[in-house]
């Protein structure tokens, strides 16, 4: 239209420039994304609706709002019934309806109902009456019980100790100041942590904490709430619960936990010890050595085993009183043999000059 495309929230029927919002369907024990919608809270309205009409089952419902309580806080026993298609303006019919009931829906926000009052009233009734937040001050972190005023509205300003005069002497800022923290690992991804301060140096103590944690120079208390991010075809706030557990664990940096500590024995307790064991060895030495014998003893009844031959021999060559070690003759020729064995013939005077030497085998052995 004109250039543009519009989504209808299948309950209220504005036109949405987003699909928003949707239905989960369980089938199957899977999850379905069906329709679009405003806002969650139109979901629960249409959700009601369907089971009042029996056209969905009490789980199905139960699951709707378990969902979206996960999704976005907001509270289990929320009155969603007031949300009816019937007070929109769009969708009056005052002829169709006894005024008693008309007047019951219409005390607090009247009957006809256009895109912002619809949107005022979801904000209003699906709220948290009491709220828990985190107050870092320059003494301490402690948690707060925050109330609600007219409307669903906080005044987070009156938590804080309030500043007189900044340090020029001007009068200090009458308006709270306010940023948003989201880039924390252990955040979920639809919270969003809003801190909410007294702005300059305004005549109050130095948070040295908060100014640590944030980066900044922050003088005074710091308020920490918690509010959601969700889809809706409006802009809105909703704050929820933010404990000092979850202070602990998106803001304090936990020190790698050390080693179990070796378990010691006190100055003492080391000194009865080793009385103990010094008493334990000796009895165990003493049963040890019952039938030990002195080295003389030992020494004494040795018997040692006869010498060898060889043993001998090393001994004598040691002292240099061996015999010489035999040498082997060269090998002769038969001329030097027969030279050798004529003169060993003419020693033993058995040949003559001249004579042919005959050897018999006596001589030869």
């Given at each position: 239209?004109?250039?543009?495309?519009?989504?209808?929230?299948?309950?209220?029927?504005?036109?949405?420039?987003?699909?928003n919002?949707?239905?989960?369907?369980?089938?199957?024990?899977?999850?379905?994304k069906?329709?679009?919608?405003c806002?969650w809270e139109s979901?629960?309205?249409?959700?009601?609706?369907?089971?009042?009409?029996?056209?969905?089952?009490?789980?199905q419902?139960?699951?709707?709002?378990?969902?979206?309580?996960?999704?976005?806080?907001?509270?289990?026993?929320?009155d969603?019934v007031g949300?009816?298609?019937?007070?929109?303006?769009?969708?009056k019919?005052?002829e169709?309806?006894g005024?008693?009931?008309?007047?019951?829906?219409?005390?607090?926000?009247?009957?006809?109902?256009?895109?912002?009052?619809?949107?005022?009233?979801?904000c209003?009734?699906?709220?948290?009456?009491?709220?828990?937040?985190?107050?870092v001050t320059?003494?301490?972190?402690?948690?707060?019980?925050?109330?609600?005023?007219?409307?669903?509205?906080?005044?987070?300003?009156e938590?804080?100790?309030r500043?007189?005069?900044?340090?020029?002497?001007?009068?200090a800022?009458?308006?709270?100041?306010?940023?948003v923290?989201?880039?924390?690992p252990?955040?979920?991804?639809?919270?969003?942590?809003?801190?909410?301060?007294?702005?300059?140096?305004?005549?109050?103590?130095?948070?040295?904490?908060?100014?640590?944690?944030?980066?900044?120079?922050?003088?005074g208390d710091?308020?920490?709430?918690?509010?959601?991010?969700?889809?809706?075809?409006?802009?809105?706030?909703?704050?929820?619960?933010?404990?000092?557990?979850?202070?602990?664990?998106?803001?304090s940096?936990?020190?790698?936990?050390?080693?179990?500590p070796?378990?010691?024995?006190?100055?003492?307790?080391?000194?009865?010890?080793?009385?103990?064991?010094?008493s334990?060895?000796s009895?165990?030495?003493?049963?040890?050595?019952?039938?030990s014998a002195?080295?003389?003893e030992?020494?004494?009844?040795?018997?040692?085993?006869?010498?060898?031959?060889?043993?001998?021999?090393?001994?004598?060559?040691?002292?240099?009183?061996?015999?010489?070690?035999?040498?082997?003759?060269?090998?002769?020729?038969?001329?030097?043999?027969?030279?050798?064995?004529?003169?060993l013939?003419?020693?033993?005077?058995?040949?003559?000059?001249?004579?042919e030497?005959?050897?018999?085998?006596?001589m030869?052995?």
């Amino acid at each position: 239209m004109h250039g543009y495309t519009f989504y209808q929230c299948d309950w209220t029927g504005f036109p949405m420039r987003a699909t928003n919002c949707y239905m989960p369907v369980w089938t199957n024990d899977k999850m379905l994304k069906r329709g679009s919608y405003c806002n969650w809270e139109s979901v629960l309205a249409h959700a009601q609706h369907l089971y009042d009409n029996n056209e969905s089952s009490a789980p199905q419902l139960c699951h709707v709002q378990q969902y979206i309580h996960e999704l976005t806080g907001m509270p289990e026993q929320s009155d969603v019934v007031g949300f009816g298609f019937q007070h929109l303006e769009h969708f009056k019919d005052n002829e169709s309806k006894g005024k008693e009931e008309i007047d019951k829906t219409a005390v607090l926000f009247g009957n006809d109902w256009d895109m912002a009052m619809y949107h005022k009233v979801c904000c209003a009734v699906t709220t948290y009456n009491e709220l828990t937040a985190v107050k870092v001050t320059p003494t301490g972190v402690y948690e707060v019980l925050v109330s609600a005023k007219t409307g669903g509205k906080f005044r987070f300003d009156e938590y804080l100790e309030r500043p007189y005069i900044n340090g020029d002497g001007m009068a200090a800022e009458s308006k709270i100041q306010s940023f948003v923290c989201t880039h924390k690992p252990k955040m979920a991804k639809d919270r969003e942590v809003s801190v909410f301060y007294w702005p300059f140096k305004n005549g109050l103590p130095k948070n040295e904490t908060a100014s640590a944690l944030f980066k900044q120079q922050i003088y005074g208390d710091v308020l920490l709430v918690q509010q959601t991010k969700e889809a809706c075809f409006m802009q809105r706030e909703r704050y929820v619960h933010f404990t000092q557990q979850q202070f602990d664990e998106y803001f304090s940096k936990k020190k790698k936990r050390s080693a179990d500590p070796i378990p010691a024995l006190s100055e003492s307790e080391f000194k009865k010890a080793k009385a103990e064991m010094v008493s334990s060895l000796s009895v165990f030495e003493q049963r040890a050595s019952e039938t030990s014998a002195t080295p003389g003893e030992l020494v004494g009844g040795a018997m040692m085993p006869p010498s060898t031959g060889k043993e001998l021999m090393e001994v004598a060559q040691h002292l240099g009183l061996a015999p010489p070690q035999p040498t082997r003759q060269a090998t002769m020729g038969p001329e030097e043999w027969a030279a050798h064995s004529l003169s060993l013939a003419t020693q033993l005077g058995g040949v003559q000059s001249g004579e042919e030497p005959v050897f018999r085998s006596a001589m030869v052995a």
